[in-house]
């Protein structure tokens, strides 16, 4: 039977997992997850957990942060004015909020603590500086 390797198509169903066992997403109910290995579709840990993978084999891998999101970076939590939001955004804790940086890219940041007078944004990935723990169920390779 055909081992997963990179380049190959994917479909997986999975179920993610913080180390307090609390789920932060999972493809259970859905269409499986598709995806290509090697090709930054995803992270890192998970493009290398699947490789070697036969179809309908499943497993449990522990992915560190370095090969999920990475840590978290305090360098991206900044603290702006309340005058500097539009008229039309109101902000709250937990919400997410696109911003255009002087290179005219795009950055979802998440509205982390409000003051009287500042708003905090932190602009790290939901997940950075979390280990992760994947159930995997390797479906086909496509």
Known sequence: MAQA???DSVRVHYT???PDGTEFDSS???EPFQFVIGKGQVISGLDE???GMTPGESKTVEIPAEKAYGPRQEEMVMEV???QFPDEIIPEIGQKIEITQSDNQKLIVTVAAITDTTVLL???PPLAGN???FDLELIEIV
Do not use: M, P, Q, Y
Request: hydrophobic letters at 30%; proline letters at 0%; glycine letters at 14%.
């Open 122 to 124: 932190d602009a790290n």
């Open 16 to 18: 993610g997992t913080l």
């Open 28 to 30: 259970r109910g859905k």
């Open 131 to 133: 280990d992760l723990t």
């Open 49 to 51: 957990a699947v490789i």
């Open 5 to 7: 390797k990179s380049g």
């Open 81 to 83: 004015d309340k005058n």
